[in-house]
């Protein structure tokens, strides 16, 4: 009988074989924490009495979640942080410079077939690029900080086929809206979940990068993807670490497989308070909106901010609609930049915030008010995430975000087709 | 040992967002402070109501979402001894048991809040008392099992300098 992807990965780093449901001690390559954890990694990692980190050159701070900090309590946390990173001698990526999730492959840390850990849920955004990661909590981050190991459970896959050509209009985010809304909310939980088929293959890296990032809304623990020509380029062109892709075997097992025809998707609307509460467009459109945002993990790279942009030029942002937008990276920011995006930005009345995740965990740049409406191009929905447990939050992919701010209320993009 | 339900209105689905919402855990770090505001934004009065020992009952899929380990921490800090639900996320699960919480699966749907209940983790065993209702737990993984032993993944790590599962 075949490996999967991650039964391949977790056996290369515990040396020895390896199937769904062992139990192994395995040697991790990459370990970072953001600001919202890091705190209590330092923590625990005093806790442990150990005298160094294991490598590092392995792990990395990173502030993205308040950054720059609103106040005073987040000041000290990330003081914290700047004074272990000084102490400890490792890499931190202050203020400004962008999400974690951005810079751990932009900055070339991680390449395929590695095992990566990061104290964040949304880590395994790098199934995209061939690695097996995921999110852990601090204490276990610590662990990882002070032995470069930890202990995993090998999970079970579910194999995601997407066929057919994506229509005008309908990106990557709208295709992992949909399988979200068909798996739920626990259909993937303690299971990696393989994504394959044409769709996936004419997808650039980044945008593939948003649906890896997303496999946790299910529950999922990893959401891979095999190595082809573009992703070996795309980590080649970033990372000086030699990648050694893994793909699953022919006879590999694999709990469920789904199938999804993507060639008459309409854009996805993600309703408030649950990810996989997922309808089409279509009915919600007229939905009043009060903000909007694009940026994240999920979608504040290069191409999402121009095609945002393309909707926009020449045009202004409804005047009862704050529109925020959040570059992932400062690489991200400087590009768009050049582009004369961000130009287009501003001139249309929106607002660009410091690359970081800006308001999508509700802590500053853009807290929601009582009653208020906002629609996002990040990857949760929760009550209270953005900020006020009595707002409503609608995710969505940039083109239909910029859409609904030009209009004020929830809008088809495929209005604008000469614009997509 | 007398424990008392204190069950969450929401059943399926609480993330850990709900638990401790983000615009306290990036500015508190005190988990006695944090802990009066665990399911605010669902539950507002849920912390009031808290008794030291009591277990936590929720649905499917309890603490999915964020990988914050304030979650567990606060719900420990609130008094909670352990959390029974009918499925966990798979973060939340890890970070309870690295800190010590006891998580059980079971069945939950006919435990009302404020019933009596009666924990038997050696047994596998979930009895309220007000109903007169045993529920079969879930056996806990022997990983976990080692930890919840040692006192949490600190303790286990320090005591064999690294993981001694065999």
Redesign the interface.
Known sequence: MGKTISEKILSNHAARELRAGD?A?CNVDFCFGQ???S??IID?FR???VKQVFDRSKFRMIID??APSP????S??HKKMRTFARTFDVGLYDIGCGVCHQLVPQKGHVTCGDLVLG???H?CTYGAINVFST??????L??TL??G?N?F?VPETIKVIVKGKLPKGVYSKDVVLNIIKDIG??GA??KAVEFYGEAITAMSVDARLTISNMA?EM?A?AGLMEADEKVLKWVKGRSSKVPHPVSADVDAKYVAVRTYDVSKLAPQVAKPH?VDNVSDVTGLAGVKIDQAYVGTCTNGRLEDLEAAAKILKGRSVHPEVKFIIAPASREIYLEAARKGLVETFVKSGCTVVAPGCGPC???HNG?LADGEVAISTAN?N????M?N?NSFIYLASPVTVAASAIAGRITDPREHKARL | MKHYARRLKVQ??V?T??VI???Y?????DPKELAKHIF???DPDFAARVMKGDILVAG??FG???????A??AIRSAGFYAVAAK?F???FY??AF??GLILVECDTDFIDDGDELELDIEKGKLKDRAKGLVFDTKPI?S?MKRLLRDG???EH??KYG??K?D
């Open positions: 139990v001690i600001d919202g954890t705190s209590i625990s806790k442990l009495g979640h308040s106040n005073i309590g987040v000290e946390i104290a964040d849920s880590t999110g852990v909590g601090s204490t276990d610590a662990i002070a032995s190991k202990w459970r909310a626990n939980t303690y946790v529950g623990k649950a965990v509700g802590t807290a949760r929760f009550k209270g995430r900020g447990p | 399926d689905n993330n967002d709900y919402s983000g615009r855990k990036f500015k508190i770090q605010e934004d669902i499917e899929n999915c979402g964020s990988s914050r380990e304030q567990p921490q499925s996320a798979r973060i890890r970070n690295n800190l993984p990983v949490g993944v600190v790590f320090k690294g993981f599962f």
